[in-house]
T-cell receptor, first 114, second 118 residues
Framework: AQSVTQLGSHVSVSEGALVLLRCNYS??????LFWYVQYPNQGLQLLLK??????LVKGINGFEAEFKKSETSFHLTKPSAHMSDAAEYFC????????????FGAGTRLFVKA | EAGVTQFPSHSVIEKGQTVTLRCDPI?????LYWYRRVMGKEIKFLLH????????ESGMPNNRFLAERTGGTYSTLKVQPAELEDSGVYFC????????????????FGEGSRLTVL
């Protein structure tokens, strides 16, 4: 069975500081990994994804994540936080079981202080 | 191109009443998913349609929930009768047909339908 664990339901950083949102997954087969972001009063939108190939993937708005198979992790980072990054972030795992089924973590709400 | 649209955006009903949520996926997306998020918890999978067929409905909580996708276009999710624990945000998502590896598994979400059962 798949599962996704996001460490920290809330993360607070100062503007300009490093953003690190942690995600660990369990999957019996190589997964596809995603980070989605939800801004207030909006639906989730894709931030970045890992399917195959390079393990460091870059997404929108300066975010990136690294797939580490040995650690079963897919942590999300951004070198310098901006006020507009305040949102809720969801890590997700997908695998093809005859149809793609995506499992989400509980989400991490990012607060950015001026 | 229109995104995934959901209606209503917010519904407040009393316990025992019926509510029907609607989702219009992106045109051409064969895959349609329903998810639910209860406050503060994970986004939980409910079911998956491929065109008009239910591919996986393992996440449906009980038989008070009925999902349909007639003609393989829009989908409805009916809750009848609603209970207090059904409150939450119901998300619909769609994705490309299976086999398009480039976008394998990427979901396009609607803004959600917030259901409050009093």
């Amino acid at each position: 069975a798949q599962s996704v664990t996001q460490l920290g339901s809330h993360v607070s950083v100062s503007e300009g500081a490093l953003v690190l949102l942690r995600c660990n997954y369990s999957s019996s087969v190589p997964p596809y990994l995603f980070w989605y972001v939800q801004y207030p009063n909006q639906g989730l939108q894709l931030l970045l994804k890992y399917t195959t190939g390079a393990t460091l993937v870059k997404g929108i708005n300066g975010f990136e994540a690294e797939f580490k198979k040995s650690e079963t992790s897919f942590h999300l980072t951004k070198p310098s936080a901006h006020m507009s990054d305040a949102a809720e972030y969801f890590c997700a795992v997908t695998r093809n079981t005859g149809g793609f089924k995506t499992i989400f973590g509980a989400g991490t709400r990012l607060f950015v202080k001026a | 191109e229109a995104g995934v649209t959901q209606f209503p955006s917010h519904s407040v009903i009393e316990k025992g009443q019926t509510v029907t949520l609607r989702c219009d996926p992106i045109s051409g997306h064969d895959n349609l998913y329903w998810y639910r998020r209860v406050m503060g918890k994970e986004i939980k999978f409910l079911l998956h349609f491929v065109k008009e067929s239910k591919q996986d409905e393992s996440g449906m909580p009980n038989n008070r929930f009925l999902a349909e996708r007639t003609g393989g276009t829009y989908s409805t999710l009916k809750v009848q009768p609603a209970e207090l624990e059904d409150s939450g945000v119901y998300f619909c998502a769609s994705s490309q047909p299976i086999g398009k590896r480039e976008v394998a598994g990427e979901l396009f979400f609607g803004e959600g339908s917030r259901l409050t059962v009093l």
